[in-house]
């Protein structure tokens, strides 16, 4: 019986060349096929190269809106309110009647003083007559001079009194007319103090009625930090001054400074300001608070979106991007805002790359991978598209 070699050596080295087959084809074709390195661990981020650039030199502020003209309407003549001719909160024009006190007690003044006035015309004309008639007499030496000085002093006197007549009669036409309390300016009432049937007493706190403001235009008072005020002293008065939504968006944009403080407040360390805004659509009323901003010419600085920009306990940062390609904290100084952009002062050198997303995986020390922002790499693209054609 022939003996049966052993297999099991040769299928052995027939896998090994079979496994070894596809490694050798890959060398043979130049790495062409070779097997990808490593993922990295560097975060991918979008990052926004830092360039000087002019930019509007604006500030910020919370002001709050206040009449541009506030008049308390008080009763100048002592008596009982009759009657409330207007509605709480209207706007009403100058002129307009708001109340009506009794004029009845005021009637009878004016008639009274109608009536002294003629009795002190009448002693004036039986004066006259009496001068006139007395004198011819003097040069006859019928009567004395006396006589006739007297009369002619008669003739003054009732002069004179018929002239204090006539101002008491004034005076109680005045008194009248203050019966009827009408609006000085035109404005929005508020709320009315005193009820019809009130008893009101001239130069007293019972006397104060109601208010009228007139909030077209409307004024906005506001206070800046005395550095803040430097920056703008040379042109706040040709400054453009907008309002501001809490979205950003600016609500009027026609505002026009028209006071500003020569002083500087020991205890704020601020200058307060003024802007005239036209609000005839009553939108901004007394007491609210605004956001202002004041537009005073350009300023060099940079600009970053205002989501790269992260508040700490001691100042504002933004993360950049280190030379070992790590990220790392940087504190800087802003201004304010543009559009979606916050003006950067001071804390960034031009060329700095400033992390703008994914700032949620970003902590200082974590390695990234940055990429220019697609607004920046597509201004060159258009010279390069050009060379192809």
């Excluded at 981020?45 to 308390?72: H, Q, W």
């Excluded at 307009?96 to 004309?125: C, F, G, H, M, S």
């Excluded at 002619?152 to 009248?176: H, P």
């Excluded at 020390?365 to 050009?386: D, N, Y």
């Amino acid at each position: 019986m022939r003996d049966i070699p052993p297999r099991l050596p040769h299928l052995a080295a027939l896998a090994v060349v079979l496994g070894l087959a596809p490694w050798l084809a890959g060398c043979g074709k130049d790495g062409a096929n070779a097997a990808p390195a490593p993922a990295s661990n560097a975060v991918p981020v979008t990052v926004k190269k830092m360039a000087f650039e002019k930019v509007p030199l604006s500030i910020d502020a919370v002001g709050r809106a206040e009449g541009s003209r506030e008049v308390e309407i008080r009763a100048r003549v002592t008596g009982i309110l009759e009657k409330r001719l207007f509605e709480e909160g209207a706007a009403l024009p100058a002129g307009a009647t708001l109340y009506q006190i009794d004029p009845a007690p005021y009637e009878l003044e004016v008639q009274q003083a109608r009536a002294t006035l003629q009795q002190e015309k009448a002693r004036k004309e039986l004066a006259e007559q009496e001068s006139a008639r007395l004198a011819p007499l003097v040069q006859t030496r019928a009567v004395s001079q006396r006589e006739a000085d007297a009369a002619t002093s008669t003739v003054r006197t009732t002069a004179a009194a018929i002239a204090v007549a006539e101002a008491r009669l004034k005076e109680a036409e005045l008194n009248l007319s203050y019966t009827r309390v009408v609006a000085p300016i035109g404005g929005v009432t508020g709320r009315s103090l005193k009820s019809e049937g009130s008893l009101l007493t001239a130069n007293t706190d019972s006397a104060l009625l109601t208010t009228v403001t007139r909030v077209d235009p409307v004024w906005v008072r506001f206070s800046l930090a005395e550095p803040d005020f430097d920056r703008i002293r040379s042109t706040q008065k040709q400054a453009a001054v907008q309002l501001i939504a809490n979205d950003g968006s600016i609500v009027s944009d026609k505002g026009r400074m028209n006071f500003a403080a020569s002083t500087i407040d020991n205890k704020t360390g601020a200058v307060e300001l003024r802007a005239e805004f036209p609000n005839p659509d009553l939108r901004w009323l007394p007491g609210q608070f605004v956001k202002v901003r004041v537009l005073a010419g350009e300023q060099t600085a940079m600009r970053v979106p205002q989501a790269a920009v992260q508040q700490n306990e001691q100042s504002r940062i933004v993360m950049t991007v280190g030379p070992d390609g790590k990220a790392a904290p940087r504190a800087v100084q802003t201004s304010s805002w543009i559009g979606s952009d916050m003006v950067i002062t001071g804390g960034l050198k031009e060329g700095d790359q400033v992390i703008v997303d994914n700032l949620v995986k970003v902590r200082p020390g974590t390695a990234v991978q940055p990429a220019v922002a697609s607004a920046e790499v597509a201004a060159p693209a258009a010279p390069a598209a050009a060379a192809k054609r």
